[in-house]
């Protein structure tokens, strides 16, 4: 068995703020959402990162800080009008390696905090897929709602307006080597939605369901970026090199290297790299990169890397 985490895409919904950097190295609790994921894998397991050309040595980077080996497959792709889709990438992956052995597979965007061994240990040669109850119908209409009998995944409603359920799929899937084909035959049809081959797949083979509780999070929007580090941080992360004077800093804060902060307030908050905040009332917000904001009031608000923000005002 080996195991693909899914990490090509370009993250648009996420733009400005994953423009010019992979959305699976954005940063929870300090470290990256890809490294989380990696540390919950078994460390017999091989672990493949499916990787688009256009971040390539952000990914060559972020691969030379961990402690374990791991592969980098890249696809041949730099724009998102070029992306294969998670399915495409995924079958590609499999085409081009010519792979024989069952394959985990991951959403290189999932935040979770179960240990992937015990959904391993679950696996009896029939596809499996973690599902969660995230208590909420109407949440649950961004998402593939699930019906289960006897263990087993017997409907899947990509996206429904009138969910049945909060019960939900995650993009977390076990598929042994005989669901290759049933890959192949949907892509020629569909490249890009996961859940809509695990629907596909349950009119094919016995599609089997692993529930886990506890916290999760599909890093795909700005708000649920924020929501999973108010969620799991609950502490103030100050990176190499920040400079904080005569401020306060409350709830769940990062402060990102060379940031310097200067008579301001910041509540469950997300500032990186080398930004400068001074006299500023900041809230529930991200601030990218290389941004100033001077006395100003941010809340509930995603500021664009290299912004200058004075007086509550844009300036160039």
């Known amino acids: 068995m080996k195991c693909l985490i899914l990490a090509g895409g370009f993250a648009t919904r996420l733009w400005p703020l994953t423009k010019d950097k992979p959305k699976p190295l954005l940063k929870i609790k300090g470290k990256a959402i890809l490294t989380h994921i990696v540390d919950k894998l078994p ?14 040595s952000d990914f060559i980077k972020w691969k030379r800080r961990l402690d374990r080996d791991i ?144 916290l999760w999070f599909d890093i795909g929007t700005f708000e649920s970026y924020l929501k999973a580090h108010i969620k799991t941080t609950n502490i103030i992360i100050r990176e190499k090199e920040c400079k904080i004077n005569n401020s306060s800093l409350q709830g769940s804060v990062h402060i990102g290297k060379n940031t310097k902060i200067n008579n301001s307030w910041i509540k469950d908050s997300i500032i990186m790299d080398n930004c400068l905040i001074e006299g500023s009332t900041i809230k529930n917000s991200i601030i990218d990169s290389k941004s100033i904001v001077k006395d100003s009031r941010v809340s509930f608000g995603c500021i664009n890397r290299e912004s200058v923000i004075i007086n509550g005002q844009y300036e160039k």
């Open 71 to 214: 592969d980098l497959f890249i696809e041949n792709t730099k724009e998102d009008k070029e992306k294969l889709g998670a399915v495409g990438a995924l079958n590609y992956f499999i085409k081009k390696e010519r792979l024989k052995e069952d394959l985990l597979v991951v959403g290189g965007d999932n935040y979770f905090e179960f240990s992937l061994k015990d959904f391993l240990t679950c696996y009896r040669s029939k596809p499996l897929v973690a599902i969660c109850d995230i208590q909420d119908k109407d949440k649950a209409k961004r998402y593939g709602v699930v019906k289960i009998s006897n263990g087993r995944i017997i409907e899947l409603k990509e996206k429904p307006e009138e969910p049945d359920t909060s019960l939900i799929s995650t993009a977390i899937y076990l598929l042994p080597v005989r669901c290759f084909n049933h890959l192949d035959d949907f892509c020629s049809v569909r490249r890009d939605n996961l859940g809509e081959f695990i629907k596909y797949l349950i009119e094919k083979e016995d599609v089997m369901a692993w529930r886990f509780n506890g």
């Open 43 to 56: 460390s017999e397991l091989k672990v493949i990162v499916s990787i688009n050309k256009r971040f390539k």
